[in-house]
Nanobody, 121 residues
Framework: QEPLAESGGGLVQPGGSLKLSCAAS????????IGWFRQAPGKEREGVSC??????TYADSVKGRFTISRDSAKNTVYLQMNSLKPEDTALYSC????????????????WGQGTQVTVSS
């Protein structure tokens, strides 16, 4: 079983909403920083948001539209995405790193396989 599994992606019209889930298996997310990343075709992977016991961050491009949250009972981190734009189209992946700070993209030990988000009319 994969340590991280994303779900919730799909096709949505501009202005719509999606809620992505990142479920962990084999370890407790409570002790990890969890980051959401996205990668569009032909572009580099970029950080979207991160949550840890001491940190909560968002990329400028998603501030005010996306919300990251954690459900310890379900061992799952969510990314609520509202007011979606075509430029949000990408493969969204979550990653986990033990500790209380959010590392750069190269600093994560565990990665999920991703879930595709397509924003189009």
């Amino acid at each position: 079983q994969e340590p991280l599994a994303e779900s919730g992606g799909g096709l949505v019209q501009p202005g719509g909403s999606l809620k992505l889930s990142c479920a962990a298996s084999g370890f407790s997310l409570d002790y990890y920083a969890i980051g959401w990343f996205r990668q569009a075709p032909g572009k580099e992977r970029e950080g979207v948001s991160c949550i840890s016991s001491s940190t909560l961050t968002y990329a400028d491009s998603v501030k005010g539209r996306f919300t990251i949250s954690r459900d310890s009972a379900k061992n799952t981190v969510y990314l609520q995405m509202n007011s979606l734009k075509p430029e949000d189209t990408a493969l969204y992946s979550c990653a986990a790193q033990f500790g209380t700070s959010c590392p750069s993209v190269m600093g994560y030990d565990y990665w999920g396989q991703g879930t595709q988000v397509t924003v189009s009319s």
